[in-house]
């Protein structure tokens, strides 16, 4: 199997502490390309903010595509939500989504739904909460039909919504759209699911895209996750997409970015 290696890159500051690459834009590019990274995951808080020709023209001096694109930090960084109680505050986190589309739609790129879904219901009823998630993405996706966008299941401990593949699989039954699958993440998995292959087999051509990081969030080979399975199972399933090493820059950045993909150049 030969599936495409990228990592992610923060064009803008952030405290998520899982990128190994942020700030430097043109730098960090070169360092990505030297290592032999065929792609580059951007994660970005507000595109309004970016300096857009910039950053088109470094990815392409670079010669890295953009196979997606990290919104998280809009939760992370002004908590925006599509469960956050306070309507204003969940009409901002839609219209940042919308905002996100050109500029993905300009590099190819798929857009990720990870926290910017919200983190706990709060003072609302659970089910409430769940049901606005569905409306908000009912809103993004069928606004945006050409438009590819990945939920990503995350663990227990940093959202109560969407945990596991099987309730990723069962969000997207209900939501019934096409340009909506899942992104599903080694390091995630290996605490939610019981059997991450067999999870993967489930998950099938619903999987958009891929995030790799070991079982301490570290480069692959620095934990316990056996990842030559977890490869054999992308195979099996029939998934072609790209790998994107979100890790923790440790015990460097580049120590990190190297031991990556001289670990899962092994199997792709």
């Excluded at 020709?53 to 953009?66: D, H, N, Q, T």
């Excluded at 925006?80 to 009409?91: E, G, K, M």
């Excluded at 969030?217 to 316990?224: L, Q, S, T, V, Y």
Aim: glycine share 8%; net charge negative.
């Amino acid at each position: 199997m030969r599936c495409r290696l990228s990592i992610v890159l923060s064009l803008q500051p952030a405290s998520f502490a899982a990128m190994v690459y942020r700030g430097g834009l043109e730098e960090d590019l070169g360092r990505i390309k030297a290592l032999g990274y065929d792609g580059v995951e951007l994660a970005i808080r507000d595109p309004g903010l970016l300096d857009r020709g910039r950053v088109l023209s470094a990815l392409e001096a670079a010669g890295l595509p953009v196979p997606a694109i990290g919104t998280g930090q809009a939760f992370g960084e002004e908590g925006l939500s599509f469960t956050d109680p306070d309507r204003n505050v969940r009409a901002r986190a839609v219209a940042r989504m919308h905002a996100h589309v050109p500029l993905a739609e300009k590099l190819g790129a798929l857009l990720i739904v990870g926290l910017i879904r919200g983190k706990s219901a709060g003072a609302q009823d659970k089910s409430r909460a769940e049901e606005l998630i569905l409306e908000a993405m009912r809103d993004i996706a069928l606004g945006h039909p050409a438009q590819k966008f990945a939920v990503e299941p995350i663990n227990r401990y940093e959202t109560e919504f969407i945990n596991t593949v099987d309730a990723g699989l069962r969000f997207l039954d209900r939501l019934k759209l096409d340009n909506v699958g899942l992104l599903l993440d080694t390091f995630h998995m290996n605490i939610e699911e019981p059997s991450p292959t067999r999870s993967i087999a489930m998950a099938g051509e619903r999987i958009f895209h891929f995030h790799i990081a070991d079982s301490n969030r570290w480069h692959p080979d620095a934990g316990h996750i056996d990842f030559g399975a977890v490869i054999e199972a992308l195979d099996r399933a029939g998934y072609r997409g790209w790998l994107s090493a979100e890790i923790l820059p440790l015990p460097d950045a580049d120590s990190a970015a190297r031991n990556t993909i001289v670990h899962m150049r092994r199997f792709t």
